[in-house]
């Protein structure tokens, strides 16, 4: 069984950037798929990115490509989530979660693929 948690959050202006990680505990992160999501006030968890621990490959919903990167350090058991160019709309509590390694991804968006979930951090993007 692993244990997440993520840290990073904060407050940034617009155009700035964070970095989030997800510290994994219990378990190495090489034997799940993990993702990031993250949920906004009166919004539904929506599923931001993901990589998959067969394969490295990633992926990422429309409205963060080219600005968010999600990497791995299996040496620190270890998940990031690097943002850049941050706007307003991306402010919400972000998630990591970690699903089944041979999920590969796919369905990455769907929080019922995910059984471990961390316990979120804040991310607040404000002038």
């Known amino acids: 069984q692993v244990q997440l948690v993520e840290s990073g959050g904060g407050l940034v202006q617009p155009g700035g950037s964070l970095r989030l990680s997800c510290a994994a505990s219990g378990s190495t992160l090489d034997s799940y798929t993990i993702g990031w999501f993250r949920q906004a006030p009166g919004k539904e968890r929506e599923g931001v990115s993901c990589i998959s621990s067969s394969d490295g490959s990633t992926y990422y919903t429309d409205s963060v490509k080219g600005r968010f990167t999600i990497s791995r350090d299996d040496a620190k058991n270890t998940v990031y989530l690097q943002m850049n160019s941050l706007k307003p709309e991306d402010t919400a509590v972000y998630y990591c979660?970690?699903?089944?390694?041979?999920?590969?991804?796919?369905?990455?968006?769907?929080?019922?693929?995910?059984?471990?979930w961390g316990q979120g951090t804040q991310v607040t993007v404000s002038s």
């Open positions: 979660a970690a699903g089944p390694r041979y999920y590969r991804c796919s369905g990455y968006k769907s929080p019922s693929r995910y059984g471990y």
